[in-house]
């Protein structure tokens, strides 16, 4: 009888390679967790600013629609040279002051809304182009930079 006691030796609590097992698990699985919501933010602001840029572009080609005399006016390869026309609202203004105060108002919307932003609007084969570009990966190169998106709307007045 004094052998079969000796055989049924219970074991009590964790050994400590357990629980040096245990937390490398937790850690791991709290890091892909956190990698996970970075990742999610990080898209989730992606596509916000390309949801802006989409908004930009079609608020400009409704600016051109509603100055259709002065749509030739709107064509730009550098929008940060434009500026405001003083004092032409409140009196009237010609198309073309209007054109380049819509320029003016939409060029100061852009670089606040996207980082980095830029936009060119160009004409041909009878339709405009406005194409919107922004640093989405902020390494201060936006004209070139292949990893950037763009966004284009084509249409026709």
């Known amino acids: 009888m004094n052998i079969i006691k000796k055989t049924q030796i219970k074991q009590s609590g964790f050994s400590l390679l357990e629980v040096l097992i245990t937390l490398v698990i937790v850690a791991t699985g709290l ?91 160009t004409f041909a084969d009878e339709t405009y182009t406005v194409t919107i570009m922004w640093d989405q990966d902020r390494d201060g190169k936006v004209v070139g930079d292949v990893d950037d998106p763009n966004f284009k709307v084509k249409f026709q007045l």
């Not at 080609?61 to 259709?68: G, H, S, V």
């Not at 819509?102 to 852009?110: K, P, S």
């Open 31 to 121: 890091l892909g967790l956190a990698a996970m919501q970075a990742r999610g933010l990080s898209t989730n602001h992606n596509a916000y600013v390309r949801s802006q840029a989409t908004l930009l572009a079609y608020d400009l080609t409704d600016r051109m629609r509603a100055n259709i005399k002065a749509k030739d006016s709107y064509q730009t390869n550098n929008l940060s040279t434009k500026t405001a026309v003083s004092g032409c609202i409140s009196s009237g203004c010609s198309p073309v002051q209007m054109a380049q105060h819509d320029l003016y108002e939409w060029n100061v919307a852009l670089t606040k809304a996207l980082p980095s932003g830029t936009a060119t609007v």
